[in-house]
């Protein structure tokens, strides 16, 4: 069974950093991609950034292109999504996903399995 469990998010100033997590069970990178999405009150959910495979091959959106860095450890059999310099218009809510047998990609439409989400305020 395919889960996924975000953790991560909070409450952080503009400029500031933080780092979300991705558990996931019942998979593994070598054949799924994984990817973070957010979502604004509001707004149409975006495509984040995507991992897939030990080699770690992955896209970012040009939104965070050069802020954020995706990554994972899959010892723990989780995805970070290292978020720095972020910004007010950084704040939504953060969801995981995964896409079986495809190469990596921001198509959410695409991504069968997701996860509960986790909140990132930015604001001073």
């Known amino acids: 069974q395919v889960q996924l469990v975000e953790s991560g998010g909070g409450l952080v100033q503009p400029g500031g950093s933080l780092r979300l997590s991705c558990a996931f069970s019942?998979?593994?990178?070598?054949?799924?991609?994984i990817g973070w999405f957010r979502q604004a009150p509001g707004m149409e959910r975006e495509g984040v950034a995507c991992?897939?495979?030990?080699?770690?091959?992955?896209v970012y959106a040009d939104s965070v292109q050069g802020r954020f860095t995706i990554s994972s450890d899959n010892a723990k059999n989780t995805v970070y999504l290292q978020m720095n310099s972020l910004k007010p218009e950084d704040k939504a809510v953060y969801y995981c996903?995964?896409?079986?047998?495809?190469?990596?990609?921001?198509?959410?439409?695409?991504?069968?399995?997701w996860g509960q989400g986790t909140q990132v305020t930015v604001s001073s």
């Open positions: 996903a995964a896409d079986p047998w495809s190469n990596c990609h921001l198509e959410d439409k695409e991504y069968d399995y």
């Open positions: 991992i897939k495979g030990s080699g770690g091959n992955t």
């Open positions: 019942g998979f593994t990178l070598d054949f799924y991609a």
